[in-house]
């Protein structure tokens, strides 16, 4: 099945304490559409600048994303981002950010995309999301992801999208602040509580949290010995996740628990590089021996249901 | 097999944000030979004041634990700690602590002791843990842990002990502190390094990693709801962790992981009461129960090794 991806595409410099790019292709939807085309077909919706790299947009092709949601805008100039890795990667201070064509975005859906089964609202306003979902028809599952921003400046709005989606994905601090909880397990119940069927809390280098009504599964994180640049982990995490479900094209606890896993794995390979790098060279079978590893590590003792 | 187990034993006043209870038994000798005694024959190396409750003595008495190398000081007075958590449960501040009794506190094990098979150095100075090693025989396996006190004012006795241990636990920020590297991954690594064959590192609310050479296993930490009160969780995992060991009598990387599991189900129920109070009422099949669900909420795929 297809997937519609909605998010922000932009130009980043990141800068890390041992490596310094500028001009990456970055974005919440880059990211996540990038790593979803490796499980199913992909329907991107964002807006860039006449300025934005011909070379970039050659990217998405060359994965069969399909870009007739892609608005270029005349004159315009990409949205820009620069950001700064402190020692323990962990933290990241955003040094600019110029929201350019992104500031005017109100994204039309072309007519052949309205009818997408899956969709993944990535990070942009609440409202911008909700204006996307009421162009939609025949959505079977719709996930939002989210950040502080929206949390602490669209509030209502962020509560007002999670009665309509089916699942939310954030980090966990996100998470406590949104609900205002410091227990994670009573932030994942009351994000259901807000509306959706699943939701997801991300927990960095200690993998993810996964809730329904009286379910629970808990992903652990690949233990990579060097991340390169944490820049759009949380999209490749969220894009592959869609896409894993896209490609079963059926919804269930189980089948997002194997998602989840399949999320953390293509996030593990690409913090490996700097932008969308690792993606670029990334094949199927690495995917399919990383994701036998999430096993391996994970594993104690057989299971009898 | 049997487990002797050397460390702490004190007398605990304790406050979080909700209640505050005084003259608790605590210590991590007693958290962790409580815990093991699900397990195991507990052989309990320690040292109390003539003032230590009858009852807590008794306690111990009734979870069948060996009490030959349990010193009563004539006199003496029973080390005491007093501690406040902060509102979320992961932050706690020492308010006032007495050695006391243990201030000159120098294990000398009872004669049938000296031939124990497993042997637990609980976190006191690492020259006493030595001290406990040099006078063991036909030790099978030794586990230690430690604290970030030791780390900071006897680095140099700790890494001679860890030349001299078999496997070794700590948390993750005294594991970052002692290798001097953000990057748990590598941090597991360096512990190895230093000589014991196994390395496992507690990550608190996000469960705990386990490493051996070429091998690594991560596990998760059980959803609880309520944290009452997190004290001695660490020590009752380590006794636990051993407990299961000395109960199998054979140790390897898969029988270790599901020591790790054991530890973190009994840590898990420890921390749903204040002091050792709900380990006086766990049955055993609520031990089970709670193992198979951390199958249950971990589990993705089958695995076919």
Redesign the interface.
Known sequence: MSLLIVGSIGIDDVKTPMESHKNLLGGSASYASMAASFFSPVRLVGVVGEDFPVKYRELFRARGIDLAGLKIIKKGKTFRWSGEYL????QRKTLSIKLNVFERFKPALPREYKATPLVLLGNIAPALQSHVLSQLSQTRFVMADTMDLWIETARSELLGLLRKVDAVCMNDSEARELTKT?????AG?KLLFYGPKFAIIK?G???C?LFAKNR??????Y?????HDPTGAGDVFAGSLMGYLASVGEISFEVL??A??YGSVMASFNVEAFSLNRLQTLRQPEIEER?NS????????D?D?
Do not use: C
């Open positions: 020692w323990d990667m962990n410091t227990s994670l397990v009573k119940q927990k280098e200690h993998g949290l629970f599964f808990t992903a652990p994180a233990p990579l010995e060097d991340i628990r194997k989840v896993i994701y999430f096993k391996v590590i994970s594993h104690f003792d299971i249901f």
